[in-house]
Every structure is written in C-alpha cells, then in structure tokens.
C-alpha cells in the first residue's frame, strides 16, 4: 500500500511538470523592438534627423539619428500598446520653431512672425503589438514654398503678409491649429517667397498692406483650392503666384494652372 502510494505521487508530480513545461512563456509583458529603417533617407538631403516615439501610457524616447548612421537599422524597445513615431529634419541647419513636450506630448511650433521651417517628416502610428516590428522610414516635405510676384508700376510703398489658422505641426504629426502670420520681405523685383506648414481648409489669406493700413485682402486658400492643389500630398508641391496691383487684377500660377481675377470683385 505505501508502495502504490509513493508511485502514485511520483506519478501526479511527472504528469505536473509536463504540464508546465509545455506552457508557453508569457511574453505579451515583454517590450517590441521597433527597428527603424533610414536606409531610405538621402544623406546629401539632411545630415541628421530628430526621434520621437511616443506612447498613450507616457513612455517617451526622443534621439538624434546622424547620416552616417542612416545605412543601420535602428532599434528601439517600446511598450506594446502602441507608439506614434515622429520624425523630421530640417533643410540647411533652420531652427524656425520650437519643440515643445506639454500634457499631450509633444509639438511642433512655428512662433507667431516667423515662415514654415524647409521641414521634411515621417509621421505614423506604429502597431507594437508583437515581439518586433519593421518600419521603414520615408520623408516627405511638409511645407509650402509660396512665391509671390507684386507688380504695382512703380509703388514701392505697400508690402505683404501671408495669413493662416496653422502655426505647426501636432503631437500626431497632423497641422496644429493656431495663429499664423508672416511679413516676407521683397526685392527690387517685387518677389518674395514664403514657405508656409500644411493646410487642412481654404482660409489661408493673402493681405496688401500700405503705411495708412490693408488696402486689400485676398482668399488665396481658396484660389489654391480651386487649381486642384492637394494639401493632403505626402511631398506638397509648391506655389507661384502673380499680383499685377496696377492693372486692378491678380494671376494665380500653379504648375500648369492659371487662372486671372479680377479684384474690384468681392472675393
């Protein structure tokens, strides 16, 4: 009886251990490694690029990345739940806006009198559900270079301003709404060029400007709008434009659009 006993037990802790060695180890605790591709990223085009990775739980990772670098992979443990990768360099060394971590994350500013920033980015929610994940990096350019030609026989005395409802760029990469205002200044030609951030309506404005205050106000959104300009392009294209002030009418040029006003019409 002792006997059938012992094996009994013997048999019960056999059996036991086979069970938990069969059970596969929980690895949903264990953090994704995010491998970054850059291999993408033209060196000659930028020599270094800004990292954020971002999570809903307040995980934050923010790193340099530098063009000799750009040939590697890139890995980066993150949680599980998910991360929104942020991503961006800044043409010819421009330091224009401002980076800023609040409750939300964190942004990407263009303070109030100061013109787009030449910023190219990769923004993007990444799954991190699994033990790893590939992404492969690819920037596009996220602003606008608006050139503006003023023809006013011979007035020298008005100048321009470029208005918006987009100071930057969000937490998500997404246009962030807020106050957007730029002076440019003009050559003897009467050209003058702007880079504006990525618009999500037709409110963008365009004022003339004389010392006694705005002698005129053009939706200039809108007229971009009306050329088939898509603002929601990964690599947005950029606009000319041509004001002949003296002749009381303003040409659109965009691409192989054109399209001539008349501003005694109320726009």
């Known amino acids: 009886m002792e006997r059938m006993s012992s094996v009994f037990v013997s048999l019960i802790m056999v059996i036991a251990f086979s ?22 990223v033209d060196p000659d085009r930028t020599d270094s690029l800004v990292m954020s990775v971002l999570s809903a739980d307040g995980f934050i990772h923010k790193d340099t990345v530098f063009s000799d670098s750009f040939a590697a992979v890139c890995e980066v443990p993150v949680p599980r739940g998910g991360v929104q990768v942020n991503i961006y360099s800044v043409e010819n060394g421009q330091e224009d ?8 994350g964190a942004s ?12 190219n980015m990769f923004s993007r929610f990444v799954d991190t559900g699994a033990e790893s994940v590939y992404v492969p990096v690819a920037l596009g350019k996220n602003y606008c270079n608006l050139t503006i030609r003023l023809l006013t026989d011979g007035q ?25 205002s730029v002076t440019p200044e003009m050559d003897a030609e009467g050209y003058c060029s702007v880079r504006i951030p ?51 009418e303003v040409t659109f040029v965009i691409n192989d659009w054109e399209m001539t006003f008349d501003i005694n019409v109320e726009i």
């Open 19 to 40: 069970m938990g060695c069969s059970v596969k180890e929980d690895r949903s605790v264990c953090p994704c490694v995010m491998m970054l591709d850059f291999s993408g």
């Open 97 to 104: 806006f401002s980076w800023m971590m609040d409750g939300d």
């Open 108 to 119: 990407l500013e263009i303070p109030l009198g100061n013109e787009c920033p030449a910023v």
């Open 156 to 180: 020298t005395d008005l100048w321009l301003s470029v208005e918006g409802n987009i100071c930057g760029y969000s937490r998500n990469g997404a246009p962030m709404a807020g106050n957007f």
């Open 198 to 248: 990525r618009q999500t309506d037709s409110s963008l404005r365009l004022v003339i400007s004389d010392e006694d205050g705005i002698l005129r106000e053009f939706a200039v959104g809108e007229y971009i709008v009306e050329s088939g300009y898509d603002w929601s392009a990964y690599d947005l294209e950029d606009v000319e434009i041509d004001i002949d002030y003296s002749k009381a």
